[in-house]
């Protein structure tokens, strides 16, 4: 098995390239900085009152605050005046009234910055989720289910952490910078000028830093999900891997995407020191600029050593909120590229759902001169399939790996739209009917059955929502389960699914033919519906598949030539067409392809 070349970043003074994606399935868009900032401020509108409540009160808590540097500077003036301990300790009680004040406001307005934050973000999530879910089954058929679950596992959490743990620290810095450049101003326009004029230094240390981080930030999270695909990938094929043997060439690319993802974080720490030098250097030509200039003003009797202090004091405060901005850009910075990512998903256009008023007129199914590549230029899956299923008929593909049989069973159930060619169901083409009417029409039961966290119940309920106790106990009966079921802890009410009961492939594998049983559809797709189960098992869920398609219109991909058998029609393809079609019985008596399959098999 072969691997993509993973190469080390280009050094932090030139601009990173592209992160290697592999090929394949498609990347979900990510937006650009003036869109992430509108979703921001949507999200912000959303709640006027709370946003309006929460900045003012940090605004209050930032001006107390300002308070203790003004007293200084005016007890400086008294003491040299001659004041008495009077107003000294008059001033030192304002001071610690103002500190209580601005400790009270600093408190309550993080609290409310966070709870803002809170909100925002819980609506934005719903937002992401509502639109992955609505997704068109074909589109998210093609997309990276590494980068999709990136986006919804580790981006969600980037952001959460950054509004948790710095969302209202990072407010209260903007707002003690900006109202403490302000005071500094009030004492003298002098001196605030001079205050500005590490101003420079402070921008040229940001855009030197932002141009360089920002790219390696939205690669690291790109890499992250590459990541996630390798592992996902390993993870879900870990029986085929095994059997290959290609334990070694899986954790080689994930060794690799995991090395490619910690380079990055390292570039970036390594332009974050170098930052931090530059703001010190700003921190050391603005408090000089306001000694000097104070030294002079003092002298020309211009302001008083007590403005010159409380100036000194202002600039000194800042130290702090630009300090922690500074040492907590690194999250802003990953906030923002999981937030660009959380808003690229946001942004992903609703498909027009054209959800034909009524439903197919009858349950035959009709594939007319169907081809489907998975990409431009790839080989074609499917290679002008024809293919006329009558109503309540049961037909079985059969063939090869990658023959094509998973592709014709995804094109049919509506999963994949066919690069060209139609599929109609009761004379309607798919595409007419719409996504959402075609769910209501055909049932597609794959090997991977995922049972869902709740009661037994609500998971087959899933089906058909109104469904009475009894309804469902009668599904089960049909696919021979009712018995297991009652025998659970509590039946029907037992709790499947993560942290609850564990059920095995086939009791899963169950559950979703009794799915079918309830949903009703004129077409059902079992696409190897029984691989998960061992022999045994297998037999039972081959019955239990024939009773729960009972007289309905059926197309079985067959991993077991049983099911063949039992089928009404054999269909045999092979790199995408159909080779040979006939009855199990006429198919051997002919001695082709399928002949020597089925003698393969009895031997």
Same mark, same amino acid.
């Given at each position: @098995?072969?691997?993509?070349? &993973?190469?080390?970043?280009?050094?932090?003074?030139?601009?990173?390239?592209?992160?290697?994606?592999?090929?394949?399935?498609?990347? =979900?868009?990510?937006?650009?900085?003036?869109?992430?900032?509108?979703?921001?401020?949507?999200?912000?509108?959303?709640?006027?009152?709370?946003?309006?409540?929460?900045?003012?009160?940090?605004?209050?808590?930032?001006?107390?605050?300002?308070?203790?540097?003004?007293?200084? /500077?005016?007890?400086?003036?008294?003491?040299?005046?001659?004041?008495? $301990?009077?107003?000294?300790?008059?001033?030192?009680? =304002?001071?610690?009234?103002?500190?209580?004040?601005?400790?009270?406001?600093?408190?309550?307005?993080?609290?409310?910055?966070?709870?803002?934050?809170?909100?925002?973000?819980?609506?934005?999530?719903?937002?992401?989720?509502?639109?992955?879910?609505? @997704?068109?089954?074909?589109?998210?058929?093609?997309?990276?289910?590494?980068?999709?679950?990136?986006?919804?596992?580790?981006?969600?959490?980037?952001?959460?952490? +950054? &509004?948790?743990?710095? /969302?209202?620290?990072?407010?209260?810095?903007?707002?003690?910078?900006?109202?403490?450049?302000?005071?500094?101003?009030?004492?003298?326009?002098?001196?605030?000028?001079?205050?500005?004029?590490?101003?420079?230094?402070?921008?040229?240390?940001?855009?030197?830093? @932002?141009?360089? #981080?920002?790219?390696?930030?939205?690669?690291?999270?790109?890499?992250?999900?590459?990541?996630?695909?390798?592992?996902?990938?390993?993870?879900?094929?870990?029986?085929?891997?095994?059997?290959?043997?290609?334990?070694?060439?899986?954790?080689?690319?994930?060794?690799?995407? #995991?090395?490619?993802?910690?380079?990055?974080? &390292?570039?970036?720490?390594?332009? !974050?020191?170098?930052?931090?030098?530059? @703001?010190?250097?700003?921190? !050391?030509?603005?408090?000089?600029?306001?000694?000097?200039?104070?030294? %002079? $003003?003092?002298?020309?009797? =211009?302001?008083?050593?007590?403005?010159?202090?409380?100036?000194?004091? %202002?600039?000194?405060?800042?130290?702090?909120?630009?300090?922690?901005?500074?040492?907590?850009?690194?999250?802003?910075?990953?906030?923002?590229?999981?937030?660009?990512?959380? +808003?690229?998903?946001?942004?992903?256009?609703?498909?027009?759902?054209?959800?034909?008023?009524?439903?197919?007129?009858?349950?035959?199914?009709?594939?007319?001169?169907?081809?489907?590549?998975?990409?431009?230029?790839?080989?074609?899956? =499917?290679?002008?399939?024809?293919?006329?299923?009558?109503? /309540?008929?049961?037909?079985?593909?059969?063939?090869? #790996? /990658?023959?094509?049989?998973?592709?014709?069973?995804?094109?049919?159930?509506?999963?994949?739209?066919?690069?060209?060619?139609?599929?109609?169901?009761?004379?309607?083409?798919?595409?007419?009917?719409?996504?959402?009417?075609?769910?209501?029409?055909?049932?597609?039961?794959?090997?991977?059955?995922?049972?869902?966290?709740?009661?037994?119940?609500?998971?087959?309920?899933?089906?058909?929502?109104?469904?009475?106790?009894?309804?469902?106990?009668?599904?089960?009966?049909?696919?021979?389960?009712?018995?297991?079921?009652?025998?659970?802890?509590?039946?029907?009410?037992?709790?499947?699914?993560?942290?609850?009961?564990?059920?095995?492939?086939?009791?899963?594998?169950?559950?979703?033919?009794?799915?079918?049983?309830?949903?009703?559809?004129?077409?059902?797709?079992?696409?190897?519906?029984?691989?998960?189960?061992?022999?045994?098992?297998?037999?039972?869920?081959?019955?239990?598949?024939?009773?729960?398609?009972?007289?309905?219109?059926?197309?079985?991909?067959?991993?077991?030539?049983?099911?063949?058998?039992?089928?009404?029609?054999?269909?045999?393809?092979?790199?995408?067409? &159909?080779?040979?079609?006939?009855?199990?019985?006429?198919?051997?008596?002919?001695?082709?392809?399928?002949?020597?399959?089925?003698?393969?098999?009895?031997?």
């Amino acid at each position: @098995m072969s691997t993509e070349p &993973i190469t080390r970043p280009e050094p932090p003074e030139a601009e990173p390239q592209a992160a290697p994606v592999a090929p394949g399935p498609e990347l =979900l868009p990510t937006a650009n900085a003036r869109r992430t900032w509108a979703v921001l401020g949507d999200g912000l509108r959303s709640v006027p009152g709370a946003t309006a409540l929460a900045l003012l009160t940090v605004l209050g808590g930032s001006t107390a605050g300002l308070v203790a540097p003004w007293v200084l /500077g005016s007890m400086v003036d008294d003491i040299s005046a001659g004041a008495g $301990l009077d107003a000294i300790l008059r001033s030192a009680g =304002l001071i610690a009234g103002a500190a209580v004040v601005g400790g009270l406001l600093a408190g309550l307005g993080a609290w409310q910055v966070s709870r803002v934050g809170e909100t925002v973000l819980a609506r934005l999530r719903e937002r992401v989720m509502e639109r992955v879910l609505h @997704m068109p089954a074909a589109r998210l058929e093609r997309v990276r289910i590494g980068d999709l679950l990136s986006r919804v596992g580790d981006d969600v959490a980037v952001v959460t952490n +950054a &509004i948790a743990r710095n /969302g209202p620290e990072v407010v209260t810095a903007l707002a003690m910078v900006v109202l403490t450049t302000v005071g500094m101003a009030a004492l003298d326009w002098r001196l605030g000028l001079a205050g500005l004029a590490a101003l420079p230094f402070y921008v040229w240390a940001v855009r030197w830093y @932002m141009p360089r #981080s920002g790219p390696y930030y939205a690669r690291e999270r790109v890499a992250m999900g590459e990541r996630s695909h390798a592992l996902m990938g390993a993870l879900r094929g870990r029986g085929t891997v095994r059997a290959y043997r290609l334990e070694e060439e899986h954790e080689q690319v994930i060794a690799d995407r #995991s090395r490619t993802a910690m380079r990055l974080t &390292i570039d970036v720490f390594y332009l !974050f020191t170098r930052l931090g030098a530059r @703001m010190n250097g700003s921190e !050391f030509v603005g408090l000089g600029a306001v000694l000097v200039v104070g030294f %002079f $003003l003092v002298r020309g009797d =211009l302001a008083t050593v007590g403005m010159v202090t409380a100036a000194a004091l %202002f600039f000194h405060r800042l130290f702090g909120p630009i300090g922690f901005l500074v040492m907590n850009f690194n999250d802003v910075q990953q906030a923002g590229a999981s937030l660009a990512r959380l +808003a690229g998903v946001i942004d992903l256009p609703v498909a027009a759902d054209p959800r034909a008023e009524e439903g197919p007129a009858g349950s035959s199914l009709r594939v007319e001169a169907v081809s489907h590549a998975y990409a431009p230029g790839a080989p074609r899956a =499917l290679d002008g399939v024809t293919l006329g299923v009558a109503a /309540g008929e049961r037909v079985a593909l059969v063939g090869a #790996s /990658g023959a094509g049989k998973t592709t014709l069973a995804a094109v049919v159930s509506g999963l994949r739209a066919p690069t060209s060619g139609t599929v109609l169901l009761g004379g309607v083409p798919l595409d007419e009917l719409g996504e959402a009417r075609v769910r209501e029409h055909v049932f597609l039961v794959s090997q991977e059955t995922h049972v869902f966290a709740g009661t037994l119940l609500d998971d087959l309920r899933l089906a058909r929502a109104g469904a009475d106790p009894g309804e469902v106990e009668s599904a089960l009966e049909t696919v021979g389960a009712l018995d297991w079921v009652r025998a659970l802890p509590e039946g029907l009410e037992t709790v499947v699914g993560e942290g609850g009961h564990a059920l095995t492939a086939e009791q899963a594998q169950h559950l979703a033919l009794a799915r079918l049983v309830l949903a009703d559809p004129d077409l059902a797709v079992l696409d190897e519906a029984t691989a998960e189960a061992g022999s045994s098992g297998a037999r039972r869920l081959e019955s239990a598949a024939v009773a729960a398609t009972k007289g309905r219109t059926t197309l079985v991909v067959a991993h077991r030539l049983t099911q063949a058998q039992t089928a009404d029609r054999v269909v045999v393809m092979d790199q995408g067409r &159909i080779v040979e079609e006939g009855t199990h019985d006429q198919l051997v008596a002919d001695g082709g392809r399928y002949a020597r399959l089925w003698h393969s098999w009895q031997g």
